[in-house]
């Protein structure tokens, strides 16, 4: 009977300590799905973080390359800027000196008494008619030298001087030699005629008065 009891016990203890040793196995296999789970969740945490993390490297990347390509966009902007400028100093300069052109070419004009051409308004269209006045200022000038000179002739010889003789040119009959000879005599006299013709018939302005 004792032998059965102690049987029993014994049958009795070893259940228990199964029982024990299942629920340390399945306390075991729970505790190693939480960290097979936790395992799981830190791998995901990690390649979370390295996704973030080749973002980063990614968005640093590109930041750099856009940093660097404004740079250089603006470095080029700066440089037309400045090109810009020195146009705009030149232009300035030019649009000076033909306004200084313009006030000059006005002036002469003006002086010369160069008519503006029918159906024009424009300087220009004066400036390119100038030639004709020079034409015309110097058959001016031509006729006013003779005209004073004529006076002059008059002074000195009063009505004897045949004014409608001398109308009718050079009196023919002279050799080429004789003119030659006339021309060299007559010169001198032409200079000196030609400086006293310059004081009294064509005077300069007079100076600014100082009062």
């Given amino acids: 009977m004792r032998e059965a009891d102690q049987a029993k016990l014994a049958l009795a203890g070893a259940e228990e300590r199964a029982t024990a ?11 190693a799905e939480a960290a097979e789970k936790k395992a799981e969740k830190a791998e995901e945490d990690a390649a979370k973080a390295r996704e973030a993390a080749d973002s980063e490297r990614v968005l640093r990347r590109t930041s750099s390359e856009l940093v660097s390509q404004l740079t250089a966009r603006v470095t080029g902007l700066e440089k037309e800027v400045d090109a810009l400028k020195a146009d705009l100093e030149v232009a300035r300069g030019e649009n000076t000196q033909l306004e200084r052109l313009r006030i000059g070419a006005e002036l002469l ?20 008619s100038i030639s004709n006045r020079f034409g015309a200022l110097r058959r ?9 000179t004529l006076v002059m002739e008059q002074t000195h010889y009063g009505d004897t001087l045949d004014l409608e ?14 003119m030659e000879e006339l021309k060299k005599k007559t010169a001198p006299a032409a200079a000196t005629i030609a400086g006293l013709l310059a004081s009294f018939a064509f005077p300069l302005p007079s100076p600014p008065s100082d009062e």
């Fill in 140 to 148: 001016e000038s031509f006729e006013a030298g003779v005209f004073w």
């Fill in 165 to 178: 003789g001398l109308s009718l040119g050079m009196v023919p009959g002279f050799s080429d030699e004789e």
């Fill in 109 to 128: 004009v003006d002086e010369l008494q160069v008519p503006q051409p029918d159906g024009t308004a424009t300087l220009e269209a004066r400036l390119l």
């Fill in 21 to 31: 040793a299942e629920k340390r196995a399945e306390e075991a296999e729970r505790r």
